[in-house]
């Protein structure tokens, strides 16, 4: 499984991107899909996921403000970013087959291969 995401780059604080993930082979229908985002020196934390059935969840630091939606039709993600903060600065990965987990949900087994995003005051 090969996930290539793209999409990141600088922007000022109030802007937007658009993250895309390609996910070849990935059948959505089946597999969640999730963006996970890691500033320097933390952990991979989640921005966003759609599981199989299409149901959404968003951390904390996203919910309002991003948005993730699948594509069936050319097996991408992508992960509309509004209202940037410079505190939203990392490198945001896709993840394909996460799962939950009680009340968390544990990354899957696939990661892309990051995308900077840096947002500046």
């Known amino acids: 499984v090969q996930l290539q995401a793209s999409g990141g780059g600088l922007v000022q604080a109030g802007g937007s991107l658009r993250l895309s993930c390609a996910a070849p082979?990935?059948?959505?229908?089946?597999?969640?899909m999730a963006w996970y985002l890691q500033a320097p020196g933390n952990q991979r934390d989640l921005v966003a996921r759609?599981?199989?059935?299409?149901?959404?969840d968003y951390g904390d630091s996203a919910e309002g403000r991003f948005t993730i939606s699948r594509h069936i039709t050319n097996n991408t993600v992508t992960l509309q970013m509004d209202s940037l903060k410079p505190e939203d600065t990392a490198v945001y990965y896709c993840?394909?087959?996460?799962?939950?987990?009680?009340?968390?949900?544990?990354?899957?087994?696939?990661w892309g291969q990051g995308t900077l995003v840096t947002v500046s005051s």
């Open positions: 993840n394909a087959g996460s799962r939950r987990q009680a009340r968390r949900f544990i990354a899957g087994p696939y």
């Open positions: 082979g990935i059948n959505f229908r089946t597999t969640a």
């Open positions: 759609i599981g199989s059935t299409g149901s959404i």
